[in-house]
T-cell receptor, first 114, second 114 residues
Framework: DQQVKQNSPSLSVQEGRISILNCDYT??????FLWYKKYPAEGPTFLIS?????DKNEDGRFTVFLNKSAKHLSLHIVPSQPGDSAVYFC?????????????FGTGTRLKVLA | DAEITQSPRHKITETGRQVTLACHQT?????MFWYRQDLGHGLRLIHY???????NKGEVSDGYSVSRSNTEDLPLTLESAASSQTSVYFC?????????????FGPGTRLLVL
């Protein structure tokens, strides 16, 4: 049973518009949520994170929103640029019992059209 | 600059052979992880380690083993390669502190088992 879900495998957005990527989770004990960006033939790179005690974190064009009651987070990219085209993974950190495990979603492929 | 490297980047092997994938990090991180990435599954945790001589099984550990003899390295061994183990493998590392939530990934090893 997947604890972190990204239900949209792909998304296409026009350059300059907003991209919204969504992620749902089931475990209320996760303490951090992270977004990673992955280009082909490269490893994932960290983009932005949010603590479970916050509801918003912003870094330049990237904003992550956390709705704990709905167990839902979203990544907003404004404005979207062609270089943002990549696969985006949502991840949650599980630190129960002193562990530091990361649970990943299946990814959403974002295509920004010029 | 600190980094995390993987070798080889590409590997072709035959069913039944033993294969070892190397992972080396210079971040001096205690935590190291191995994931595999497959279409429709995202990143799935194979094994992880919280320090020297510590190893733990992840969600897809069957057919894989790891050993941690120093801080920098966590080699992943496929005892008897199977075609189902054809995948892209990523190594990652992270700190063991609650306010340091980011994992750093290597560039990946693409493994083909014939």
């Amino acid at each position: 049973d997947q604890q972190v879900k990204q239900n949209s495998p792909s998304l296409s957005v026009q350059e300059g518009r907003i991209s919204i990527l969504n992620c749902d989770y089931t475990n209320s004990m996760f303490d951090y949520f992270l977004w990673y960006k992955k280009y082909p033939a490269e490893g994932p790179t960290f983009l932005i994170s949010i603590s479970s005690i916050k509801d918003k974190n912003e870094d330049g064009r990237f904003t992550v929103f956390l709705n704990k009651s709905a167990k839902h987070l979203s990544l907003h990219i404004v404005p979207s640029q062609p270089g943002d085209s990549a696969v985006y993974f949502c991840a949650a950190r599980d630190t129960t019992s002193g562990t530091y495990k990361y649970i990943f979603g299946t990814g959403t492929r974002l295509k920004v059209l010029a | 600059d600190a980094e995390i490297t993987q070798s080889p980047r590409h590997k072709i092997t035959e069913t039944g052979r033993q294969v070892t994938l190397a992972c080396h990090q210079t971040w001096n991180h205690n935590n190291m992880f191995w994931y595999r990435q497959d279409l429709g599954h995202g990143l799935r945790l194979i094994h992880y380690s919280y320090g020297v001589q510590d190893t733990n099984k992840g969600e897809v550990s069957d057919g894989y083993s790891v050993s941690r003899s120093n801080t920098e390295d966590l080699p992943l061994t496929l005892e008897s390669a199977a075609s189902s183990q054809t995948s892209v493998y990523f190594c990652a590392s992270s700190e063991s502190r609650r306010n340091k939530e980011t994992q750093y990934f290597g560039p990946g090893t693409r493994l083909l088992v014939l």
